[in-house]
């Protein structure tokens, strides 16, 4: 066995032996995607059955996974199999794994820019649609916040001061507290790492505290849901994909302190530190973008 | 490439890896298993069940259009089977198969001892049953299964739509999660694995294509995720996306849809162009005309399509100056895919030619993918797409680019390398049979829907005008006898898994250069533990 020969540094390139998360893994993705997808219909369809049982079943089952994954490649690493080499493939695949998110977002973003640039004013009689509005929807104005459908809904726009302003700044400075404790892990100065680490998990806790509190704002306050229109749809499903976001991260870098409590990281050695301060960064990144096309411009 | 490899010799690795595992036994081999070439087997049967399944929604399908007016199946069933045959065969059939070759070939091909991330590519397979079988049983839930074409159209998919959408959807999600993991791997191992001396310009032109692929791969499958994530709140939730008095708009879902699937279709064929790379030089005995313009031909399809992608909607009512872009962007694919189609041609010319059996594959492809590939040239022009929109005329090129295509070609791949794999010659004369057996019914059974497609016979419509029948009836004995061919196919490949036939070289074909070639028949559980080095 590969382990065998291990304690020794070890420059081959390890391939591991058989290992059953990953099926483990793929069983939690499909009671996940079938509890998912007969929970969606049987909340909206006003139906019984077992979905929410069978995506919750899932969600743990995924978890379990995880945690086996993860202290088996802890193991691994800590026991000194792993080569620089492998280092660089955990990385580059955690920078393509991180394009994809940014991927995903674009889908998103590009409806938004969609709905602004070229459905809402051919609604509203732009380049040669006139007879579309004047038959159609008589009476409708492009404009936007979309606060009046054609279809008649009424909604009030979220303005960008008070909450959204206040969390970009709480998410910005995230990002440096996270930076300096990365650069307090390189330069092996535990109390820097520990405190700014803790300090990110915090404000990224209290950014999460102040987007629900801004969901109750808008859903109570303004009317603005996610039945609203084009302008509640992308509000919510960009604000609500980054806050899903938010809290994988928040999860993830809880993980980490418990790490760096433990003793895992080395100065050189820290590719679960980095990886997940990347993820964070680009949370972040997607929340600048969000906090200019979806709120100010 | 001649890559002349320093090679430490499978004697050593054998001796060196006497406590290295081999291959253990039973199930488990299978379930927990991270190894390339388990993986890529997996993949490989997985794709061609998934093409037998699909195959067989075809045959229903032809079974209906045999003669007009309404006799088999009702016409909510019937559109049933046009959507899953088109999702099983573009994300159960072809991508598996790529993926399964990728796996199989790619380490072998740069010098690797796995692929970068093992235990994600167990996990990027293992996914694919799951979803497929999300995705088949929603045909059995009350109200039938997705009967919205496979690109899921709105309204069809959100106002039209009954209530196993919210299947389809999450089985998307995870097909999508299985494809990005598995594209993710291919460029890590490209990037980080590749032998001392394989330089980027060494690199085999399959290993080429897939990495432009993947590059793709992970670019779009998330804006379908994306897409069908519209379509389930659209449907469910009460949004408005895809619904003009919400301030949304159903002709934004096709931008969204076709700005993943235009690339989608590449990553359906880039990888044929590997293959079809890697087996001209080797039966015309000489090495590949203009290997660098091959790579740079790939590179700017690749990126081209990114750019084309609303020529699938220009009856939608674009402005005339969209029109003409993509109508432009689009005739642009033509150079590089004419370069490509030059360079084959130019391997040929005064090879030493020699026709076995994965070589007429590769010929069939050259031959009948260009005639796919003109007549996409003719859908490509705008004032003419008005015409040739919804009818059979598209269903004619997209099957000519997939099926004697990528389909095609997967099969050239099998017999070019499964000899490799085994370790033993196909049967040669069933092989033989296969190919020409398919090679004739699948053009009857492709090319008279361009007559038909050009007279205006609509497709997805389980009936059709009198005057369409004489023409019907041929395509649907086509199709039935390409069905038929196929179970050739599986009867050659049960017989391979089985060990029969005569023992092959380490090289198997005289004329094939590359490190696959000079690992032994079959290649090992484990290769290049220790990385060769490349001159």
Known sequence: ?297 | MSTATEHVGHDAEHAHGEHHHGAPAGIKRWLFTTNHKDIGTLYLWFAFIMFLVGGAMAMVIRAELFQPGLQIVEPNFFNQMTTVHGLIMVFGAVMPAFTGLANWLIPMMIGAPDMALPRMNNWSFWILPFAFLILLSSLFVEGGGPAFGWTFYAPLSTTYSGDSTALFVFSVHIMGISSIMGAINVIVTIFNMRAPGMTWMKMPLFVWTWLITAFLLIAVMPVLAGAVTMVLTDKFFGTHFFDAAGGGDPVMFQHIFWFFGHPEVYIMILPAFGIISQIIPTFARKRLFGYASMVYATASIALLSFIVWAHHMFTTGMPLAAEMFFMFATMLISVPTGVKVFNWVATMWRGSMTFEVPMLFALAFIVLFTIGGLSGLMLAITPVDFQYHDTYFVVAHFHYVLVTGAVFSIMAAVYYWLPKWTGRMFDITLAKWHFWCSLISVNVLFFPMHFVGLAGMPRRIPDYALQFADFNKWISIGGFAFGLSQLIFLALLIKACRHQGEKVSDQVWEGAEGLEWEIPSPAPYHTFDTPPVIK
Not at chain 1, 13 to 40: C, E, H, K, M, R
Not at chain 1, 264 to 292: I, N, R
């Open chain 1, 1 to 297: 066995m590969a382990q065998q020969e291990a304690p020794v540094a070890y420059e081959k390139y390890y391939v591991p032996d058989q290992s059953p998360w990953p099926i483990v893994g793929a069983v939690a993705l499909f009671l996940i995607a079938v509890g998912a997808g007969n929970f969606t219909i049987e909340m909206t369809k006003g139906k019984e059955g077992f979905g929410g049982y069978t995506l919750a079943a899932g969600l743990f089952l995924l978890m379990v996974m995880l945690v086996g994954w993860f202290k088996n490649q802890i193991d691994e690493s800590m026991s000194g199999l792993y080569s620089a080499q492998l280092g660089r493939s955990y990385r580059q695949g955690m920078l393509w794994f991180i394009f994809s998110e940014v991927m995903f977002f674009a889908a998103f973003f590009g409806a938004l820019f969609y709905a602004r640039m070229i459905a809402i004013p051919w609604l509203g009689g732009a380049s040669n649609n006139a007879m579309t509005n004047e038959v159609l929807w008589p009476g409708f104005e492009a404009m936007w916040p979309l606060v009046s459908t054609p279809g008649g809904i009424q909604t009030q726009a979220m303005g960008w001061m008070g909450l959204p302003a206040i969390n970009t700044v709480i998410l910005l400075i995230s990002s440096v507290t996270l930076h300096y404790a990365h650069v307090g892990l390189e330069q092996a100065k535990r109390k820097q790492l520990t405190v700014m680490l803790g300090v990110t998990i915090l404000l990224g806790c209290i950014f999460l505290g102040l987007q629900v509190q801004e969901y109750v704002h808008a859903y109570r306050d303004l009317g603005l849901t996610l039945q609203s229109g084009i302008y509640g749809n992308t509000f919510f499903l960009l604000t609500g994909f980054h806050g899903l976001h938010v809290t994988l991260g928040t999860i993830i870098l809880i993980v980490l302190f418990f790490r760096v409590l433990k003793g895992h990281f080395t100065p050189k050695e820290h590719f679960a530190f980095q990886a997940g301060s990347w993820y964070w960064h680009f949370v972040d990144v997607v929340w600048v973008m969000l906090f200019f096309f979806v709120y100010i411009l």
